[in-house]
């Protein structure tokens, strides 16, 4: 009997060496910031099974080599960005969907958790999140003539990470440069 044992737990020292854990960093997206010497870098980092331990954008000076990660919150999943470039109002800015706000309450940010558009400097030093808290972005696209931002999406009223029959899509109408809703489309 104590021969089996000794034999068990050998084993299961063995299996617990085999799994070697260990993290992969990836840059997945590189996007030059036009009008600017900086480049962003989306940065991955990966676990042995190919789990996402954390994400991060950086912002690359090209000119000095200085970077600078973008901080949103503690945890967070990156899920696009694109800058946003009108000379004629005078706007430049690189807008991101994010999944920042643990809003179904687990402890962990996943995919049942809302999309924020957050504004982010092309220099990677200011942040403005621009919708609320359960607001969940489906998509956004910029009107150039007048500077506008339209975001379509939903209010998450109960929290469960689903868009729900009584949870009206709606259209929000926002100004690039002050960030502010002008309209709200029912």
Not at 145 to 153: A, F, R
């Given at each position: 009997m104590k021969r089996y044992l000794l034999f068990l737990f050998c084993l299961a020292s063995f299996s617990m060496y085999g799994q070697v854990v260990f993290e992969l960093i990836s840059f997945n997206k590189l996007v030059d910031i036009k009008g600017s010497d900086h480049m962003i870098a989306l940065e991955v980092n990966t676990n042995s099974l190919g789990d996402i331990n954390s994400m991060s954008i950086i912002f690359i000076n090209t000119k000095t080599g200085e970077a600078k990660i973008a901080d949103f919150a503690k945890e967070y999943i990156i899920q696009d960005f694109k800058q946003v470039k009108i000379d004629s109002l005078g706007i430049n800015t690189v807008l991101a969907t994010v999944?920042?706000?643990?809003?179904?309450?687990n402890g962990r940010i996943n995919t049942k958790d809302p999309i924020t558009l957050v504004s982010l400097g092309v220099d990677g030093e200011t942040k403005d999140i621009i919708t609320s808290k359960n607001f969940s972005v489906r998509v956004w696209e910029v009107n150039?003539?007048?500077?506008?931002?339209?975001?379509?999406?939903?209010?998450?009223?109960?929290r469960n990470g689903r868009y729900d029959p009584y949870e009206k899509n709606e259209l929000?109408?926002?100004?690039?440069?002050?960030?502010?809703?002008?309209?709200?489309?029912?």
């Open positions: 999944r920042m706000f643990d809003l179904d309450m150039e003539q007048n500077g506008t931002l339209v975001i379509s999406g939903y209010y998450d009223n109960d929000l109408i926002y100004d690039l440069k002050t960030f502010k809703l002008l309209y709200k489309i029912k």
